[in-house]
């Protein structure tokens, strides 16, 4: 029982940022069903863990100010129903946080399926943007093609999620990649490019600004990341021109 419940776990864990691209029900019911998991198989696990407060302290504040803010609503229902359930997160932390230590290599498999799916996903972006529909046959609803949805469908919100997973990407890269690892280096360039496209052509702009603020300071804070981001960055400005 207890190794069914530990392949479900790297099930969940790998599959995770995926589920989003479905909406919001399911990763919410796979929070749950994970919540439910640790708590009656693995409560004995959480005893002995020894997490640093550090690592959770900030969740915590955050958790309890945005709190105490919906107090000052003038709309209570939908300030509380967003606040006063946001520990799962710190749970969810946690919880990963086990399952990484429980499993040494995971993180490289997550790794491979991540580059695989931003792969995909910026694939089909791109092959809405050139064709008017994706590799599905949804269409752009906007009129003269200015945003494109991709596999999210009637939500424009494609840009804001590659967004999100390109900090994943790159701490990975710089978490995991040997010194001189020339295959996984040029692996990041071709999917920073596509994503740094993806976003532009996404048609996103809080999206966009969110990349430029993003690009200025990973370059400025890491020589690894500044390297690789020299090809994505020229090919959008250039893209840029040529738009």
Same mark, same amino acid.
């Given at each position: 029982?207890?190794?069914?419940?530990?392949?479900?776990?790297?099930?969940?864990?790998?599959?995770?940022?995926?589920?989003?691209?479905?909406?919001?029900?399911?990763?919410?019911?796979?929070?749950?069903?994970?919540?439910?998991?640790?708590?009656? !198989? #693995?409560?004995?696990?959480?005893?002995?863990? &020894?997490?640093? /407060?550090?690592?959770? @302290?900030?969740? *915590?504040? $955050?958790? +309890?100010?945005?709190?105490?803010?919906?107090?000052?609503?003038?709309?209570?229902?939908?300030?509380?129903?967003?606040?006063?359930?946001?520990?799962?997160?710190?749970?969810?932390?946690?919880? !990963? #946080?086990?399952?990484?230590?429980?499993?040494? &290599?995971?993180? /490289?498999?997550?790794? @491979?399926?991540? *580059?695989? $799916?931003? +792969?995909?996903?910026?694939?089909?972006?791109?092959?809405?943007?050139?064709?008017?529909?994706?590799?599905?046959?949804?269409?752009?609803?906007?009129?003269?093609?200015?945003?494109?949805?991709?596999?999210?469908?009637?939500?424009?919100?494609?840009?804001?999620?590659?967004?999100?997973?390109?900090?994943?990407?790159?701490?990975?890269? +710089?978490?995991?990649?040997?010194?001189?690892?020339?295959?996984?280096?040029?692996?990041?360039?071709?999917?920073?490019?596509?994503?740094?496209?993806?976003?532009?052509?996404?048609?996103?702009?809080?999206?966009?600004?969110?990349?430029?603020?993003?690009?200025?300071?990973?370059?400025?804070?890491?020589?690894?990341?500044?390297?690789?981001?020299?090809?994505?960055?020229?090919?959008?400005?250039?893209?840029?021109?040529?738009?």
């Amino acid at each position: 029982m207890v190794t069914k419940i530990e392949h479900i776990n790297k099930f969940i864990f790998i599959l995770f940022p995926i589920t989003f691209v479905t909406g919001p029900l399911i990763p919410e019911i796979l929070v749950l069903f994970l919540i439910c998991i640790f708590l009656i !198989f #693995k409560k004995n696990t959480l005893k002995i863990q &020894n997490f640093e /407060f550090f690592e959770i @302290k900030w969740f *915590i504040v $955050f958790s +309890l100010l945005i709190l105490i803010l919906s107090f000052f609503s003038l709309n209570y229902f939908l300030s509380f129903k967003n606040s006063l359930f946001f520990f799962r997160f710190i749970l969810l932390f946690v919880f !990963f #946080k086990i399952i990484l230590e429980e499993n040494k &290599n995971l993180i /490289f498999t997550f790794q @491979k399926f991540l *580059i695989l $799916f931003i +792969l995909f996903l910026c694939a089909d972006l791109l092959f809405q943007f050139i064709n008017g529909k994706n590799f599905f046959g949804m269409e752009s609803k906007y009129a003269n093609s200015t945003r494109f949805s991709g596999l999210f469908g009637d939500e424009y919100i494609i840009g804001s999620y590659l967004m999100k997973l390109l900090p994943i990407l790159h701490f990975l890269y +710089l978490f995991l990649s040997e010194k001189k690892n020339y295959k996984i280096t040029l692996i990041n360039i071709i999917l920073s490019t596509l994503i740094y496209l993806s976003i532009l052509i996404s048609g996103e702009r809080t999206s966009l600004m969110h990349l430029i603020i993003y690009i200025f300071l990973i370059s400025f804070l890491s020589k690894k990341i500044l390297k690789i981001n020299v090809i994505p960055v020229f090919v959008v400005i250039l893209s840029i021109l040529i738009l």
